[in-house]
């Protein structure tokens, strides 16, 4: 059993929930100061994690099941535990129906209007994984789901939308799409020959690495726009000149004619970014809070 779950949680890469949970976290911290006057409680931030852990996992072991066909061919994926038959899509069925299942439990424990808005979220989280079938704007649908996070995570401590709110979900929805593009660039030849979308296979590298630049730049001026919205201080300054740097060095690690380091542009910036980001906004709300 204990095997078994190992090998679940590799295959859907738990470890990357570090891309969106720091960021939902975030959005909580920042709607509950800014609109409420103080921090939210230690039970919201348990129900915000417990309902991000279900919807990525819910997420990723649908990803593995619809594209089992597609991991199998692909000699990037093809050691992936369903196509190498390490685990079974019928126990891993069982993992997605527990994980929409905590995902609709810790939800309803927050606003009422997190419920409300839940099923927009459960589409966002099933419908990705089929749309490289017909759309080569995936990339985007991926950044909407990810996007999702910080709103949720604000929607969930306060019950309502602001433009801060809006402004930080297109951050993250400009922030994801970007690093997308630069990791799906390594199936580019893969998805010609399988007739799969893609931007980089549409368009090709270069234009794709091209465009997630520019998708990076928004996403500094939106991580900024934040700070005059929120009225943060000179510690989520600093961690901007962390983040802005490592987009920067994200993007220097790769290249149409070199992909080799694409991994640590991919993974290790990108989860070190949201990090920073968060712990130098929580530094900030929690300084000015006890100021």
Known sequence: MFTKLKIFLEMIKFEHSVFALPFAFMGAILASVVLNGHLPSWMQIVWITLAMVGARTAAMSLNRVIDKTIDKKNPRTEKRAIPAGLISIKQVS???ILSFGLLFWATSNLS???MKLLPIAVFFLVIYSYTKRFTWACHLVLGITLGLA????WIAVTGQFTWASIIF???VVFWSTGFDLIYACQDTEFDREEGLYSFPGRFGIKAALMTARVLHVLTAVGLVTLFFLTHLSWFYLI????AYFLLYKEHRLVSPNDLSKLNAAFFTMNGVLSLVVFAFTL???VVSHHS
């Open 94 to 96: 069982f993992y997605i």
């Open 112 to 114: 009422s209007l997190s």
């Open 150 to 153: 910080p709103l949720g995570g």
């Open 169 to 171: 979900f297109l951050t």
């Open 239 to 242: 961690g901007l000149v962390i």
């Open 283 to 285: 530094i900030d709300v």
